[in-house]
């Protein structure tokens, strides 16, 4: 995680930069301290993603069809050892972790492929490619197993998430399962030793001869994602090449490694997980503190974790070191708020809805960032060398606790999968269940009978297959039927809450929970919601499942189609991303479009042929346009953009050329003369331009070029380069979540979803623009997250009802602008928001 124990729990960078908007919203006392640094980092307003750093390290083309497959899968007709000579990559002296005296990357396969070579208990098989093309590493270490051994395996696996009562009542499943383990490494690239760790484990089951070590691996099979973050180790950065962070990617799945660890983890099946992190200056082991996922069968999983960690801590005590006398469990040792395991998003919490206890390790002692440059060599290697210690002795100790308690384990697994098939709710866990439970880490929910989502739409389409990606059961109705009220048509899918994963069902659909008034402040984003904000509809039923005929849907129905007579102009709606997507490819195909308002765009009849090959690869609709249909002729337009890493994923997902720009690029000479519209949300200050860029941005307003704004760093530019007379006011910086939104205008507002994403929010007062949307007004416009008011009671989601949260306007010059007080990019997840994003960027560009 990388975290400084003496920030408060709001980020630095992101109060600075919010201060910048509003002076009060940060004022001393205003925010609770917190042994934290808020989620995100500087990086989501001071540093814009480069060229350099992203070209040709990711591309999609569609949003909705994912990539091809990786051939890897745990199912197979082979038994153990299922050796694999793995391709060795090509020596690179600037691999970060060299100077650390870790493996670099380059080495790992070679050493891989010599213990495939002197051991038949060792297994490696590339199950993936990293965002920038690197191959991903799953090493299974176990006794060698015939194919009907490992068949058998199989069987027992699907059985106990398939049929717990079976499995239960299953003797020989109870004596011949082997314990799963499953250990990720390395997810932060700047986070290195964990793979080094995990190394020195796999090695040593590999070559043990002692009979307790042959005996745990004919019970045991231990995977290990020996480094998910490939990107990031060699380059010494957090992230992966696509500049996301794997370690947020959950909920959402947008990059190759968080695809690549969610299918381990569905196949694998695992009892117990580790992630293992860095720097936190103490070793921390999860359980984490409130607030706890409601969707969790928490009973099930702290009785393992909490003694879990009490042996990781133990593992650490016996190195001897004097930085591990002791570790810090949050469950046991920090304040609500402060370490939290509330959203799906980290790859531990995601494990508990797949079964698995899931631990978060951070290793002690920080060797990246400033430390990485500035301390000696020597110094350096010497904190190494015992965060491997720390990561070694973590694993070793997690071994033993499954091994140890594989009875129960196994049990409390099969019960977790059972009460989802039951629909059985979550016990109550009385007080005491565990040293330190109390009333603070009580959270649940109560399930809903079933979810529906109406087909037809390519938003549908996408959030179906990602629920079916992510293990949970969709059903298609086989006729038209009522619910609760509501007509909904054959085809459309059902979400059958008795199923064994429904807790991950629930947090990915669910609209979320305002916990504002329940902890003092949190780590990372509190509401997010595939169900609310990922452009589809979504019906919850409380307790009445649909009366129809279902059948298991494998993958959603496609949704394209041209509806229209031969030889009438078509039209399409900006509903989705891949609407705009479509638009972009019909543009770069040299087709001449127009434009009838924001979000209606005329394609000429003979461009049908290009339209029907889109509409089936995209899964968009185009209709008739109305006879005599005219619009304003647009081109594709030119982009120069200072954004985050994300948002120019986004953008280049949705079709769109940029070309990356900043304070440091516009002060080289970057020339403005030909772009559209300037995007600018991370990186770019106009005040801190030197004379010349100043120049050229002024004469680039005069022009009447166009403004697309999101966040602070917008918010800041908007009001330096006095682009439109709209004032910021900054809510509390480490305010997040699922915002009620009403739309007004015609750019944004018209057609666009009604709940919103905020990551420290914005609103706008004064005069002289258009209100595109607002927060809800009458009530907290907070559906999900938290986000509560200063000490002083202001810059609250109280002050932000009613307010502007995007508006639209001309400038001086007479360019278009358009200012994001909203996050409709963020993280690639908000993705109903992405075509509103568009449209705002068509019309500045016009």
Do not use: C
Request: net charge neutral.
């Amino acid at each position: 995680m990388d975290l400084s124990r003496t920030l408060t729990g709001i980020g630095a960078a992101l109060l600075a930069t919010a201060l910048l908007a509003n002076p009060a919203a940060g004022a001393p006392g205003d925010t609770p301290p917190s042994t934290r640094d808020f989620g995100n980092g500087p990086e989501r307003n001071e540093t814009a993603a480069v060229d350099e750093a992203s070209t040709g390290a990711f591309s999609a083309r569609t949003l909705d069809v994912p990539p091809a497959a990786s051939t890897w899968s745990l199912r197979s007709h082979r038994g153990y050892p299922r050796q694999n000579v793995l391709p060795v990559q090509p020596e690179n002296p600037d691999d970060r972790s060299i100077k650390l005296g870790l493996v670099p990357y380059h080495s790992i396969a070679p050493k891989l492929n010599a213990l495939q070579k002197s051991s038949n208990r060792v297994s490696a098989e590339i199950a993936g490619k990293s965002a920038g093309g690197r191959d991903l590493y799953l090493v299974t270490v176990t006794a060698p197993e015939s194919p009907w051994e490992a068949a058998r395996q199989d069987h027992w696996r699907a059985l106990i998430e398939e049929n717990p009562g079976a499995a239960k009542r299953d003797r020989s499943l109870r004596a011949g399962y082997k314990t799963p383990v499953w250990i990720n490494a390395n997810i932060h690239g700047n986070e290195w030793e964990g793979t080094d760790g995990a190394l020195r484990v796999i090695e040593r089951l590999a070559t043990a001869t002692d009979p307790a070590t042959a005996a745990f691996l004919k019970r045991s099979r231990v995977y290990v994602s020996v480094s998910l973050n490939p990107d990031g180790r060699v380059a010494g950065t957090r992230a992966n090449g696509a500049g996301f962070d794997i370690n947020r990617d959950f909920a959402t799945n947008s990059q190759p490694e968080s695809r690549m660890a969610r299918d381990v983890v569905i196949a694998t099946q695992p009892f117990v997980m580790l992630d293992e992190h860095g720097y936190t200056g103490t070793t921390l082991i999860e359980p984490a503190t409130p607030p706890h996922g409601q969707n969790y069968e928490y009973d099930l999983y702290i009785k393992h974790a909490l003694p879990n960690a009490l042996g990781m801590e133990k593992a650490i005590q016996q190195l001897g070191h004097a930085e591990t006398t002791r570790a810090d469990i949050p469950f046991r040792d920090y304040a609500p708020g402060d370490w939290d395991d509330w959203p799906p998003i980290f790859t531990p919490m995601y494990a508990i809805y797949q079964g698995a206890v899931g631990h978060t390790v951070e290793i002690p002692l920080r060797v990246n960032n400033a430390d990485y440059n500035n301390l000696p060599v020597e110094e350096l290697q010497r904190r190494s060398r015992i965060n491997t210690d720390v990561a070694a002795a973590t694993i070793e100790a997690a071994l033993t606790y499954a091994d140890t308690n594989r009875g129960t384990l196994l049990t409390d697994q099969i019960e977790q999968f059972r009460r989802g098939w039951a629909g059985e709710p979550s016990p109550v866990i009385p007080d005491g269940f565990v040293d330190g439970f109390g009333p603070e880490d009580r959270y649940s929910t109560t399930f809903p009978r079933a979810y529906v989502i109406p087909a037809g739409t390519p938003a549908a389409a996408r959030l179906v297959d990602h629920l079916i990606a992510n293990d949970v059961r969709v059903r298609k109705a086989l006729s038209g039927f009522t619910l609760n009220g509501h007509r909904y048509d054959r085809g459309d899918y059902v979400v059958d809450m008795r199923q064994p994963k429904r807790g991950l069902a629930n947090v990915l659909l669910e609209a979320g929970r305002d916990i504002s008034d329940l902890v003092p402040q949190m780590y990372d984003i509190s509401g997010w919601s595939n169900g609310l904000l990922w452009g589809a509809s979504v019906d919850s039923s409380r307790t009445a499942y649909p009366r129809v005929a279902t059948r298991a849907a494998a993958k959603a129905d496609p949704t394209g189609s041209v509806d229209a007579p031969r030889g009438r102009d078509l039209l399409l709606k900006l509903r989705d991303g891949n609407d705009v997507r479509a638009v972009n490819e019909l543009l770069d195909q040299g087709i001449k479009l127009s434009r009838t308002d924001a979000s209606t765009v005329v394609v000429p009849a003979d461009a049908r042929p290009e339209a029907s090959s889109i509409a089936r690869s995209l899964g968009v609709r185009f209709t008739a346009a109305p006879r005599g249909t005219k619009g304003e002729v647009f081109d594709r337009p030119v982009i120069a953009a200072a954004v985050s890493a994300d948002e120019l994923f986004v953008l280049r997902q949705m079709g769109f050329e940029v070309r990356t720009v900043s304070t440091a690029v516009l002060n080289a000479g970057f020339d403005l003369s030909g772009v559209d519209t300037l995007i600018v949300s991370s990186g770019l200050s106009y005040t801190a331009l030197n004379a010349a860029a100043k120049a050229a941005v002024d004469a680039y307003l005069t022009r009447g070029g166009g403004v697309l704004t999101r966040g602070a760093t917008g918010a800041n530019f908007n009001a330096a380069a006095k682009v439109l007379p709209a004032v910021a006011t900054a809510g509390r910086g480490d305010a997040n979540g699922v915002v009620a939104v009403t739309g007004e205008g015609p750019i944004v507002g018209a057609g666009s979803p009604v709940h919103s994403f905020v990551y420290s929010p914005i609103w706008f007062t004064g005069t002289g623009f258009t209100v595109e949307q607002r927060y809800r007004a009458g009530a907290t416009p907070l559906v999900a997250g938290h986000w509560q008011p200063g000490d002083t009671g202001t810059n609250g989601p109280a002050q932000a009802a009613g307010q502007a949260a995007v508006v639209s306007g001309v400038t001086a010059g007479g360019g278009n602008a358009v200012l994001f007080g909203t996050e409709p990019l963020f993280r690639a997840h908000p993705k109903g928001l992405f075509a509103p994003y568009a449209r705002a960027l068509f019309w500045t560009a016009s």
